[in-house]
T-cell receptor, first 117, second 114 residues
Framework: GAGVSQSPSNKVTEKGKDVELRCDPISGHTALYWYRQSLGQGLEFLIYFQGNSAPDKSGLPSDRFSAERTGGSVSTLTIQRTQQEDSAVYLC???????????????FGSGTQLSVL | RKEVEQDPGPFNVPEGATVAFNCTYSNSASQSFFWYRQDCRKEPKLLMSVYSSGNEDGRFTAQLNRASQYISLLIRDSKLSDSATYLCVVNNGKGSSNTGKLIFGQGTTLQVKP
């Protein structure tokens, strides 16, 4: 596709279960970001991948959260032992290069709405 | 202190009004600045980048004040379609361990009324 694709678009799970969220960035984009947005709140940075560099994981809220990016393309965000406070929209974005000087535009996916019951 | 701070609003203005939003950032090493727009239940989209010299795009003007570490967005002749949340975005910049990380402010909500 032409844009950033995220799946599933909606996920309802029970407290304590593990979930996997997928992001398929725009082809050729080397930078990939995960953000979380709770209702009525701003975007909370989670993790940033840039090329082959070690990811910036400084935004992950706990060790229940992890993410990987295979082959420099598709990324999976995994939340283990989900809690109700994990309920939010999880947004993925990609950009062509990334980096402080370049000011690259972010292209966002439509997000995954996660509801933990 | 939050890395990027915005007044959440809402700003309620009549059509045709001029409205300005400010945003402050804490990391003096930040290099890149942006305004994104987010419509209700939609993903954010880039509105404009913010350059040191200031820049204008139609009814929208963005300015950067590095000394005071704030960014502004001015919207002239507001339209109903301008109603949205405006997100200030800052790149952490070099000199920290988080080069390339883009930090979003909470967003400022604008409601333009007929």
């Amino acid at each position: 596709g032409a844009g950033v694709s995220q799946s599933p678009s909606n996920k309802v799970t029970e407290k304590g279960k593990d979930v996997e969220l997928r992001c398929d960035p725009i082809s050729g984009h080397t930078a990939l970001y995960w953000y979380r947005q709770s209702l009525g709140q701003g975007l909370e940075f989670l993790i940033y991948f840039q090329g082959n560099s070690a990811p910036d994981k400084s935004g992950l809220p706990s060790d229940r959260f992890s993410a990987e990016r295979t082959g420099g393309s598709v990324s999976t965000l995994t939340i283990q032992r989900t809690q109700q406070e994990d309920s939010a929209v999880y947004l993925c974005a990609s950009s062509l290069v990334g980096g402080a000087e370049l000011g690259e535009k972010l292209f966002f996916g439509s997000g995954t709405q996660l509801s933990v019951l | 202190r939050k890395e990027v701070e915005q007044d959440p609003g809402p700003f309620n203005v009549p059509e045709g009004a001029t409205v300005a939003f400010n945003c402050t950032y804490s990391n003096s090493a930040s290099q890149s600045f942006f305004w994104y727009r987010q419509d209700c239940r939609k993903e954010p989209k880039l509105l404009m980048s913010v350059y040191s010299s200031g820049n204008e795009d139609g009814r929208f003007t963005a300015q950067l004040n590095r000394a005071s570490q704030y960014i502004s967005l001015l919207i002239r002749d507001s339209k109903l379609s301008d109603s949205a949340t405006y997100l200030c975005v800052v790149n952490n910049g070099k000199g920290s361990s988080n080069t390339g990380k883009l930090i979003f402010g909470q967003g400022t909500t604008l409601q333009v009324k007929p």
